[in-house]
């Protein structure tokens, strides 16, 4: 199986490891999708971001679905967007996106909830693949050597988009927000412009009250 990528493994931090019944909001999963896309596309070097905006500096997709699908809109722009405005553009549609792809790999089944007949939950195939995200973001922040920037990407974007239980009960939120802070500070600019861009979005949404 290919190596999970950074919106396969935000889908599973989103949801229930082992029922598959989301724990985010569709708004905040959403939130945290899109920067995870946008981080896909600057590890596989399609797009950059200079002065926090988005530009793309390869047209030939990646090959993998929800990145090739944010990239094919990004290429069709005339003009160049912030990553805000691209977080803000993308969530509303990419948890559907992820989902059909993770459903299509056979990654997790959908299944319909028997109260909320409009909402679903997605059991996954193989709980060693379900575990493998929360155990890769743990490892990031308890490792004893520096993670790697995919690593480190992952927690930093489920902590600002609200998993807050990843790292608890070993750490509090002072804790928290240290590391965040410190690994923050030390990853490549344009990585953290996109962890940014989530945060000002996700901050907006608790403003305007937008938290369905």
Known sequence: MRRLTLVDSFFFLGHDEFTGRPSLSRT?????LAGA??????????ITVEDRKVRAIAGRPPGIPTADHVLSEIVSETGTHSVRDWVDHLRGELPSI???NLVALGLVRRT?????????????ADLLVS?????KARGAVFGIDRPDPHAACLALL?????VDDLCEPELGRAQVRAWMADTHHALP???????????????????????K
């Open 98 to 100: 992820a989902a059909d």
């Open 189 to 211: 600019r344009r990585i953290s412009d996109v962890v940014s861009g989530v945060a000002a979005v996700a901050a907006a949404v608790v403003y305007t009250g937008d938290r």
């Open 37 to 46: 896309a946008l981080c896909d596309l600057l590890f596989t070097d399609r």
């Open 28 to 32: 905040s999963l959403g939130i945290g």
């Open 158 to 162: 489920a902590w600002t988009a609200g």
């Open 131 to 135: 575990t493998a995200a929360r155990s």
């Open 112 to 124: 319909p909830e028997r109260v909320f007949l409009r909402r679903h939950r997605y059991p996954p």
